[in-house]
């Protein structure tokens, strides 16, 4: 079955360190997506990071990168030079195949607290 | 270019009614998503739909159905709501392009509805 397992509940970061928050996922398809958002308190989920399973090179959008190890089935977010307002709830998530792109499966989510 | 929209935002209903959550999605995207965010199961997909076809469906009751219309935005309709529906309802919009490319995959989510069951 697919899976996104997210095993750190929370984490903390002082602020302008860098930090990784892990994301395993499960699945038998080739061919799939997996994403990085973050939801902040007020709710809105915000698309931070993407990688195509048959993407080479590891995906990068400013402070954001997406550490994607294959073999492993690990797809770890990396943030660089951590920010007060980085604080929020981060969800990795996957989708499958091109038909399927509609349809995410989340992990459980990881509480980023960064501190001054 | 706007975001995502959902109406309404917050949302009060009794057990035992009906509700309908409204999403228009980001211009010239064709693909319409909800999900389902509670404390106790988190994010769970609900369905999407694709020029006004539903092209997925997840693991929920009959009571949650949706639609799209010509335009792209699309309804999500809870009957007979139970306190257990009580939840925050995302929607999401994506280009959604078969071919791929930069950006085809990426969903753009609203701020949400939040609905609580009494």
């Known amino acids: 079955a697919q899976k996104i397992t997210q095993t750190q509940p929370g984490m903390f970061v002082q602020e302008k360190e860098a930090v990784t928050l892990d994301c395993t996922y499960d699945t038998s398809d080739q061919s799939y997506g997996l994403f990085w958002y973050k939801q902040p308190s007020s709710g809105e989920m915000i698309f931070l990071i993407y990688?195509?399973?048959?993407?080479?090179q590891n995906a990068t959008e400013g402070r954001y990168s997406l550490n994607f190890q294959k073999a492993r089935k690990s797809a770890n977010l990396v943030i660089s030079a951590s920010q007060l307002g980085d604080s929020a709830m981060y969800f990795c998530a996957m989708s499958l195949g091109s038909s399927n792109t509609g349809k995410l499966i989340f992990g459980q989510g990881t509480t980023l607290q960064v501190k001054p | 270019k706007a975001g995502v929209t959902q109406t309404p935002r917050y949302l009060i209903k009794t057990r035992g009614q009906q509700v309908t959550l409204s999403c228009s999605p980001i211009s010239g995207h064709r693909s319409v998503s909800w999900y389902q965010q509670t404390p106790g199961q988190g994010l769970q997909f609900l369905f999407e739909?694709?020029?006004?076809?539903?092209?997925n469906k997840g693991n929920f009751p009959g009571r949650f159905s949706g639609r799209q219309f010509s335009n792209s935005r699309s309804e999500m309709n809870v009957s007979t709501l139970e306190l257990g529906d009580s939840a925050l309802y995302l929607c999401?919009?994506?280009?959604?392009?078969?071919?791929?490319?930069?950006?085809?995959?990426?969903?753009?989510f609203g701020p949400g509805t939040r609905l609580t069951v009494t």
């Open positions: 999401a919009s994506s280009l959604s392009k078969l071919a791929g490319g930069p950006g085809s995959y990426e969903q753009y």
């Open positions: 739909y694709f020029s006004e076809t539903q092209r």
């Open positions: 990688q195509g399973s048959y993407d080479e």
